[in-house]
C-alpha cells in the first residue's frame, strides 16, 4: 500500500514539472508588444514654399515711353485760309500749298506712306505716336500740327517731306532744323540739331542717298510754333526722274522709314548717353 502511494506522488511531481515547463515554453514564444518608436518622422506633406526661379527681365525697347509725333507733310484739301508765320510777327501765309511732284506720285502721296510706315517701326521700339494725318484728305496746318506736337509733349517731331526743283538734274537728301529770333522757344534749337543729325546720317546709311547736308530754317511756322525738338526730312526730288522712281518703290519706301527710325533710336541712346 505503501508503494502505491509512493508512485502516485512520483507521477503527480511528474505531471507538475512538464506543466510548468510547458507554460514556460508558450511564454516564450507568445509574440512580445512591439515598443513604441521614438523616432521622428519626417513631414512629407508638400510645402507651400515655392523655389524662386531666375527670371531674367524682359529687355527694354530703345524707344519705350518716348511720344514722337509723325508729321506727313502736305494733304488733299479744298480749303484756302491763312496761317501765322511766327509767333513773334503778325505776318501770315497760305496754309495749304501743293508739294512737288513726281511722274506717278505727289509728294503728299509719298510722305503719307513712309509716314505710315514709320509709324509702325516706331511703335515696335515702344514708342507711343501721334500722327498729324493717316489719310490723304486732311485740314491740318502747318500751325495745327506744331500744336498738336506740342499738347502730347512730344519728345520729338518728325516732319516728313521731299524736295522739288525745277532743275531736274537735282537730287539728294537733307534736313530742316528749327533756328532764329522768330521760334517760341529757343530751347529746342540744340535738340533739334542734334536730332537732325541723326536722323540725317542714318536714312543716308540705309538709303546711299546724296548728302545735301542740314539746312537752318527760320520761316517755317512748324517750326517757329515748335515747343519741343523739331526737324524735317527732304526724303529726295521728285522732280529728278531717277530719284523719283526709286521713291516711288516699295523697296525704297521701306529704306527710308527704316532708316528714320534707326536715327530716332541713335538720337534718343546719345540723349540717354549724356544724362
Known amino acids: 500500500?505503501?508503494?502505491?502511494?509512493?508512485?502516485?506522488?512520483?507521477l503527480l511531481a511528474f505531471l507538475c514539472i512538464g506543466g510548468c515547463r510547458?507554460?514556460?515554453?508558450?511564454?516564450?514564444?507568445?509574440?512580445?508588444?512591439?515598443?513604441?518608436?521614438?523616432?521622428?518622422?519626417?513631414?512629407n506633406a508638400p510645402s507651400n514654399h515655392v523655389p524662386s526661379e531666375t527670371?531674367?527681365?524682359?529687355?527694354?525697347?530703345?524707344?519705350?515711353?518716348?511720344i514722337i509725333c509723325v508729321d506727313p507733310g502736305h494733304e488733299v484739301t479744298s480749303q484756302r485760309v491763312q496761317?501765322?508765320?511766327?509767333?513773334?510777327?503778325?505776318?501770315?501765309?497760305?496754309?495749304?500749298?501743293?508739294?512737288?511732284?513726281?511722274?506717278?506720285?505727289?509728294?503728299?502721296?509719298?510722305n503719307l506712306a513712309v509716314g505710315l510706315r514709320l509709324q509702325v517701326l516706331l511703335e515696335e521700339q515702344g514708342a507711343k505716336v501721334i500722327m498729324t494725318?493717316?489719310?490723304?484728305?486732311?485740314?491740318?496746318?502747318?500751325?495745327?500740327?506744331?500744336?498738336?506736337?506740342?499738347?502730347?509733349h512730344s519728345d520729338l517731331c518728325i516732319r516728313i517731306h521731299a524736295d522739288g526743283s525745277s532743275d531736274a538734274?537735282?537730287?539728294g537728301m537733307s534736313m530742316l532744323v528749327?533756328?532764329?529770333?522768330?521760334?517760341?522757344?529757343?530751347?529746342?534749337?540744340?535738340?533739334?540739331?542734334?536730332?537732325?543729325?541723326?536722323?540725317?546720317?542714318?536714312?543716308?546709311?540705309?538709303?546711299?542717298?546724296?548728302?545735301?547736308?542740314?539746312?537752318?530754317?527760320s520761316d517755317l511756322t512748324g517750326f517757329n510754333f515748335a515747343e519741343v525738338p523739331t526737324i524735317l526730312i527732304e526724303m529726295g526730288f521728285l522732280s529728278n526722274p531717277d530719284e523719283d522712281a526709286r521713291m516711288e518703290t516699295e523697296e525704297y519706301r521701306d529704306k527710308l522709314a527704316q532708316g528714320i527710325c534707326n536715327g530716332i533710336i541713335d538720337y534718343f541712346a546719345s540723349v540717354s548717353d549724356n544724362q
Open 1 to 10: 500500500m505503501e508503494s502505491v502511494k509512493r508512485l502516485i506522488c512520483m
Open 83 to 110: 496761317e501765322p508765320i511766327s509767333p513773334h510777327s503778325n505776318a501770315t501765309k497760305e496754309a495749304f500749298v501743293g508739294g512737288a511732284s513726281g511722274r506717278n506720285q505727289t509728294e503728299e502721296q509719298l
Open 133 to 152: 494725318r493717316t489719310t490723304h484728305e486732311s485740314d491740318m496746318t502747318s500751325y495745327k500740327r506744331a500744336q498738336m506736337a506740342n499738347e502730347n
Open 178 to 217: 528749327p533756328y532764329g529770333d522768330q521760334l517760341a522757344s529757343q530751347d529746342i534749337v540744340q535738340p533739334s540739331q542734334a536730332a537732325g543729325e541723326c536722323v540725317l546720317n542714318a536714312a543716308l546709311a540705309a538709303t546711299g542717298a546724296k548728302n545735301n547736308g542740314i539746312v537752318q530754317r
Open 22 to 43: 510547458n507554460r514556460q515554453t508558450l511564454t516564450e514564444q507568445q509574440p512580445q508588444e512591439p515598443q513604441q518608436s521614438t523616432k521622428i518622422e519626417v513631414d
Open 55 to 66: 527670371e531674367e527681365p524682359e529687355p527694354v525697347l530703345p524707344l519705350a515711353e518716348k
Open 169 to 171: 538734274s537735282v537730287y
